[in-house]
């Protein structure tokens, strides 16, 4: 004997879609900012910063909506969000440090007199 299943097709749920669109037209946004920056500006701490503020940004969009997070409790949210932050923080911070010291050890001295280059220490 076989069971009769029956399936009821639900209609589409246009404020969800839109709700998608939405999202993935901000990210579209800034990354084509995020894509702006980095070809009109010159390579340096600013743009750096400009960038992983940006990709922080699309990560929370991408979390809170794709991962449902944005429709938790608060408390959840920030509790996965605010971790990221500061180890992003401490990867930028310890890249920082190490550069330097990588930087210090091959004896590369900035030069003030040019715009942003560098010369190798000729004593070294």
């Known amino acids: 004997m076989e069971q009769a299943t029956t399936i009821q097709v639900q209609p589409a749920d246009r404020k969800k879609i839109l709700g998608i669109w939405k999202v993935a037209l901000y990210m579209f946004l800034i990354t084509a900012v995020e894509y702006v920056f980095a070809f009109t500006m010159d390579a340096g ?55 330097a010291a990588i930087k210090d050890a091959r004896g590369v001295v900035d030069f003030e007199g040019g715009a942003g280059t560098e010369q190798v220490d000729p004593g070294h």
Do not use: D
């Open 45 to 99: 701490m600013l743009r750096s910063v400009i960038f992983v503020t940006l990709t922080i940004v699309k990560a929370f969009y991408i979390v809170s909506e794709f991962m449902h997070l944005g429709h938790e409790i608060k408390g959840l949210m920030y509790s996965i969000v605010l971790p990221m932050i500061f180890i992003i923080w401490l990867i930028v911070a310890l890249v920082n440090l190490e550069g």
